[in-house]
């Protein structure tokens, strides 16, 4: 049965003259992970942008069936839905374990944040063990964890991760893959933007292929590994 936790609807977005998104609408039922695919300048980040509330839309995106154009960025945090953002955004003269604790900064129970901590630094081991790293000294990789990380300290219910992958080394996409794996059985709804096809193919169950700012394909993943056009313009199989 469907059980939609967010939804957008013919969503437009201009930058001036120029019209990024030209009527999008995209379904994410709750516990699913929902990919949405697509080349540079497609406007995967200007949708991730609009339900977060960063630019101006036309069209509806409701989360959990409240309409977002009523909401401000706190509300919509604290309502469940966090975003983590391309440049990831981190406090660069935070430690490690002060970017996590910011990341709970609208929540009281202090016992239940504890336990979000040591949730992530068992989700995340490299995180463990630079508790008091400053955040601008880390990898690139170490950095996404934490940005990931920090996004999970806000006790989600749904999570919008935008290029997790972008420049990072195999075997930290492994490691973030695990956590994506791990955070879905423990039933987070996410959202992921992402030009590297091969990882959002391995994890969505539905995705979406955006081009020039509409949605071009739309289905499983089974039906887009079986799509030709796909398969040779997104994944490189020939
Ligand atoms: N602030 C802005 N002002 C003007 N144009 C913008 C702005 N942000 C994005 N655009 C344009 O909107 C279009 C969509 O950009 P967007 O960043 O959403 O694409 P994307 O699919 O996320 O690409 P990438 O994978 O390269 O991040 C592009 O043509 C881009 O140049």
Same mark, same amino acid.
Request: hydrophobic share 40%; with cysteine.
């Given at each position: 049965?469907?059980?939609?936790?967010?939804?957008?609807?013919?969503?437009?977005? =201009? =930058?001036?003259?120029?019209?990024?998104l030209k009527g999008v609408s995209v379904s994410v039922?709750?516990?699913?992970?929902?990919?949405?695919?697509?080349?540079?300048?497609?406007?995967?980040?200007?949708? /991730?942008?609009?339900?977060?509330?960063?630019?101006? =839309?036309?069209?509806?995106?409701? =989360?959990?069936?409240?309409? %977002?154009?009523?909401?401000?960025?706190?509300?919509?945090?604290?309502?469940?839905?966090?975003?983590?953002?391309?440049?990831?955004?981190?406090?660069?003269?935070?430690?490690?374990?002060?970017?996590?604790?910011?990341?709970?900064?609208? #929540?009281?129970?202090?016992?239940?944040?504890?336990?979000? %901590?040591?949730?992530?630094?068992? /989700?995340?081991?490299?995180?463990?063990?630079? #508790?008091?790293?400053?955040?601008?000294?880390?990898?690139?990789?170490?950095?996404?964890?934490?940005?990931?990380? #920090?996004?999970?300290?806000?006790? +989600?219910?749904?999570?919008?991760?935008?290029?997790?992958?972008?420049? %990072?080394? +195999?075997?930290?996409?492994?490691?973030?893959?695990?956590?994506?794996?791990? /955070?879905?059985?423990?039933? /987070?709804?996410? %959202?992921?933007?992402?030009?590297?096809?091969?990882?959002?193919? #391995?994890?969505?169950?539905?995705?979406?292929?955006?081009?020039?700012?509409?949605?071009?394909?739309?289905?499983?993943?089974?039906?887009?590994?079986?799509?030709?056009?796909?398969?040779?313009?997104?994944?490189?199989?020939?």
């Amino acid at each position: 049965m469907s059980d939609p936790l967010l939804e957008i609807d013919d969503l437009h977005v =201009y =930058y001036g003259k120029a019209h990024a998104l030209k009527g999008v609408s995209v379904s994410v039922e709750r516990g699913e992970i929902y990919g949405v695919i697509g080349p540079n300048g497609a406007g995967k980040t200007t949708m /991730l942008n609009a339900v977060a509330g960063f630019v101006d =839309y036309e069209g509806t995106i409701r =989360y959990d069936g409240r309409d %977002l154009a009523d909401e401000r960025a706190q509300d919509i945090v604290q309502d469940g839905l966090i975003y983590c953002t391309e440049d990831r955004d981190l406090f660069p003269f935070f430690s490690v374990h002060e970017n996590l604790l910011m990341g709970a900064q609208f #929540r009281d129970d202090r016992e239940a944040v504890e336990a979000d %901590l040591e949730m992530v630094y068992d /989700l995340f081991p490299r995180l463990d063990e630079r #508790r008091e790293q400053e955040a601008e000294t880390m990898s690139g990789g170490e950095q996404q964890m934490l940005a990931i990380g #920090r996004a999970l300290m806000s006790d +989600p219910e749904m999570l919008m991760l935008d290029e997790p992958t972008i420049g %990072l080394a +195999p075997v930290i996409i492994q490691d973030i893959s695990e956590a994506i794996e791990r /955070l879905l059985d423990e039933g /987070l709804t996410i %959202l992921l933007a992402e030009q590297n096809s091969t990882f959002a193919l #391995r994890h969505a169950e539905r995705l979406s292929l955006i081009e020039t700012g509409e949605i071009e394909l739309e289905g499983t993943a089974s039906e887009f590994h079986d799509n030709e056009y796909v398969r040779e313009a997104y994944v490189g199989v020939h």
